[in-house]
């Protein structure tokens, strides 16, 4: 009895991480939508490209941490006012010029990566290994999305 108590209080963890994530990419998608929108430069065409597929790729994962927490038993956050409470993003409000929206974009996948280390360690406390499967793909996207915004600003990747 003791044993299910503390697996329920584990799983209620994982949900609030699972829900920390999601209203974390709600932000991010908000933030690459608007550098996508601001964007301004010589490298107008390209960079306006990365974030509209960033955007779509936040979209397609916000409804697969949705859709994890709700086959866990809980229930993903379903409101703006919620989703900005629980961020650990901010909102950037860009002002379109090009190093800062990729920097503020490298910012955004490493605080992301930062929360699903985290799920990825409390998943395999609890032999969740679709949870932590699911995570350790996003993270080996970022890493390689970081990879390539890091060049653009000629510095060393911060997610590894
Ligand atoms: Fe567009």
Not at 5 to 16: C, F, H, I, Y
């Amino acid at each position: 009895m003791k044993k299910k108590e503390n697996k329920e209080n584990r799983d209620s963890n994982l949900v609030g991480k699972l829900n920390s994530l999601l209203a974390s990419y709600q932000v991010a998608y908000f933030n690459f939508r608007s550098s996508h929108w601001m964007i301004k430069g010589e490298n107008f065409f390209e960079l306006h490209k990365v974030f509209e597929t960033a955007y779509n790729d936040a979209t397609e994962k916000i409804d697969e941490i949705a859709e994890r927490i709700l086959t866990l038993g809980g229930t993903p956050l379903l409101t703006a006012t919620e989703m900005i409470k629980r961020s650990n993003i901010n909102e950037n409000g860009e002002s379109g010029k090009q190093e800062k929206c990729v920097a503020d974009m490298l910012h955004d996948l490493k605080a992301l990566a930062v929360i699903e280390n985290q799920i990825v360690k409390l998943a395999d406390e609890q032999d969740d290994v679709v949870t932590a499967d699911q995570m350790t793909k996003y993270l080996g996207e970022q890493q390689k999305i970081s990879w390539m915004l890091s060049q653009f600003l000629n510095k060393k990747s911060s997610i590894n």
